[in-house]
Nanobody, 116 residues
């Protein structure tokens, strides 16, 4: 499975961005998908997750500001980010988890920089 993220960039505090992650293959609808982020010098942390059934979870710091969604027809997962803060600055990674195969896949990451 190949995951390709897009949509990152430079935005002012309070602005919005939408990240996309396109997956290869025909099994996308069976994967749990997630977005992680990694700031310089810090570990990679979970931002949001969506199950194959559409249930979502968020880390506390983004609740009410970020929304994860998926379009199985397009093999794509999205992260809508609103009210961005400087502390949201990080490289954002897309993750796919196949419970059937016990496999985890990662994208290459996309940089999000929020200027204050």
């Amino acid at each position: 499975v190949q995951l390709v993220e897009s949509g990152g960039g430079l935005v002012q505090a309070g602005g919005s961005l939408r990240l996309s992650c396109a997956a290869s293959g025909s099994m996308f609808s069976t994967y749990a998908m997630a977005w992680y982020r990694q700031a310089p010098g810090k570990q990679r942390d979970l931002v949001a997750r969506i199950t194959r059934d559409g249930a979502t979870t968020y880390t506390d710091s983004v609740k009410g500001r970020f929304t994860i969604s998926r379009d199985n027809a397009k093999n794509t997962v999205y992260l809508q980010m609103n009210s961005l803060k400087s502390e949201d600055t990080a490289v954002y990674y897309c993750q796919a988890v196949s419970s059937a195969w016990g496999s985890t896949y990662w994208g290459q990451g996309t940089q999000v920089t929020v200027s204050s």
